[in-house]
Protein backbone atom coordinates (compact mmCIF):
# COMPACT_ATOMS: atom_id res chain seq x y z
CA UNK A 1 0.00 0.00 0.00
CA UNK A 2 2.32 2.03 0.58
CA UNK A 3 4.21 2.05 -2.68
CA UNK A 4 0.99 2.78 -4.19
CA UNK A 5 0.58 5.64 -2.04
CA UNK A 6 4.39 6.97 -3.19
CA UNK A 7 3.69 6.47 -6.77
CA UNK A 8 0.36 8.31 -6.43
CA UNK A 9 2.57 11.07 -4.97
CA UNK A 10 4.93 11.41 -7.79
CA UNK A 11 2.45 11.15 -10.31
CA UNK A 12 0.52 14.35 -8.21
CA UNK A 13 3.74 15.92 -8.18
CA UNK A 14 4.67 15.34 -11.83
CA UNK A 15 0.91 16.58 -12.62
CA UNK A 16 1.55 19.71 -10.72
CA UNK A 17 4.70 20.75 -12.55
CA UNK A 18 3.24 20.33 -15.82
CA UNK A 19 0.75 22.84 -15.24
CA UNK A 20 1.39 25.65 -17.68
CA UNK A 21 2.90 28.90 -16.08
CA UNK A 22 0.15 30.57 -17.31
CA UNK A 23 -2.58 28.57 -14.83
CA UNK A 24 -0.21 28.01 -11.67
CA UNK A 25 3.14 30.00 -11.03
CA UNK A 26 6.47 28.80 -9.22
CA UNK A 27 4.97 29.84 -5.42
CA UNK A 28 1.67 27.92 -6.11
CA UNK A 29 2.99 25.04 -7.17
CA UNK A 30 5.05 24.80 -4.22
CA UNK A 31 1.93 25.40 -1.94
CA UNK A 32 0.42 22.70 -3.37
CA UNK A 33 3.39 20.24 -3.63
CA UNK A 34 4.01 20.94 -0.16
CA UNK A 35 0.06 20.39 0.95
CA UNK A 36 -0.02 17.58 -0.72
CA UNK A 37 3.14 16.27 0.93
CA UNK A 38 1.96 16.93 4.69
CA UNK A 39 -1.09 14.83 3.74
CA UNK A 40 1.20 12.14 2.38
CA UNK A 41 3.49 12.54 5.35
CA UNK A 42 0.49 12.48 7.87
CA UNK A 43 -1.49 9.64 6.13
CA UNK A 44 2.05 7.41 6.51
CA UNK A 45 2.17 8.54 10.08
CA UNK A 46 -1.28 7.13 10.82
CA UNK A 47 -0.57 3.91 8.73
CA UNK A 48 2.48 3.33 10.59
CA UNK A 49 0.78 4.08 14.29
CA UNK A 50 -2.48 2.23 13.44
CA UNK A 51 -0.27 -1.25 11.98
CA UNK A 52 2.04 -1.21 15.73
CA UNK A 53 -1.37 -1.15 17.61
CA UNK A 54 -2.75 -4.19 15.60
CA UNK A 55 0.37 -5.49 15.73
CA UNK A 56 0.32 -5.57 19.52
CA UNK A 57 -3.02 -6.55 19.43
CA UNK A 58 -2.52 -9.88 17.26
CA UNK A 59 0.57 -10.64 19.59
CA UNK A 60 -1.77 -10.42 22.81
CA UNK A 61 -4.13 -12.75 21.16
CA UNK A 62 -1.48 -15.03 20.20
CA UNK A 63 -0.27 -15.27 23.42
CA UNK A 64 -3.71 -15.95 24.92
CA UNK A 65 -4.16 -19.15 22.25
CA UNK A 66 -0.80 -20.29 23.43
CA UNK A 67 -2.40 -20.67 27.00
CA UNK A 68 -0.88 -17.42 28.73
CA UNK A 69 -2.62 -15.09 30.52
CA UNK A 70 -2.95 -11.29 30.38
CA UNK A 71 -3.89 -8.43 32.77
CA UNK A 72 -6.73 -6.45 31.90
CA UNK A 73 -8.00 -3.65 34.38
CA UNK A 74 -6.40 -5.90 37.12
CA UNK A 75 -7.87 -8.91 36.02
CA UNK A 76 -6.37 -12.24 35.10
CA UNK A 77 -7.29 -13.25 32.05
CA UNK A 78 -6.56 -16.80 30.98
CA UNK A 79 -8.32 -19.39 28.69
CA UNK A 80 -9.29 -21.56 31.50
CA UNK A 81 -11.82 -18.69 32.55
CA UNK A 82 -12.33 -16.51 29.72
CA UNK A 83 -12.94 -16.99 25.73
CA UNK A 84 -11.92 -14.42 23.23
CA UNK A 85 -14.63 -13.29 20.91
CA UNK A 86 -12.80 -12.50 17.63
CA UNK A 87 -15.50 -10.15 16.14
CA UNK A 88 -15.97 -7.68 19.29
CA UNK A 89 -11.97 -8.19 20.17
CA UNK A 90 -13.10 -8.81 23.41
CA UNK A 91 -12.65 -11.45 26.27
CA UNK A 92 -15.99 -13.40 27.54
CA UNK A 93 -16.34 -14.76 31.27
CA UNK A 94 -17.42 -18.71 30.88
CA UNK A 95 -20.19 -18.76 32.43
CA UNK A 96 -18.71 -21.94 35.10
CA UNK A 97 -17.21 -19.17 37.02
CA UNK A 98 -20.27 -17.50 38.45
CA UNK A 99 -18.15 -14.76 40.34
CA UNK A 100 -17.24 -13.37 36.87
CA UNK A 101 -19.95 -14.32 34.99
CA UNK A 102 -21.00 -11.70 32.60
CA UNK A 103 -17.58 -10.06 32.57
CA UNK A 104 -16.96 -8.78 29.39
CA UNK A 105 -13.49 -7.27 28.59
CA UNK A 106 -11.97 -5.50 25.97
CA UNK A 107 -8.87 -6.00 24.33
CA UNK A 108 -7.87 -2.40 24.00
CA UNK A 109 -8.12 -2.61 27.92
CA UNK A 110 -5.38 -5.73 28.15
CA UNK A 111 -1.44 -6.27 28.39
CA UNK A 112 0.56 -9.25 28.47
CA UNK A 113 1.13 -10.57 32.14
CA UNK A 114 4.43 -10.25 33.83
Do not use: W
Not at 29 to 36: D, R
Not at 89 to 97: H, M, Y
Amino acid sequence: MQIIGFLALLLIFFAILSVDKERLNSRQKGVVIAFVLVIFIVGFVYEKMISKNSESKREMVLHFSQGGSLTCKGIQVDSKRFNYENGTASFVAKEAFPQIQGTIISLSDCEVAK
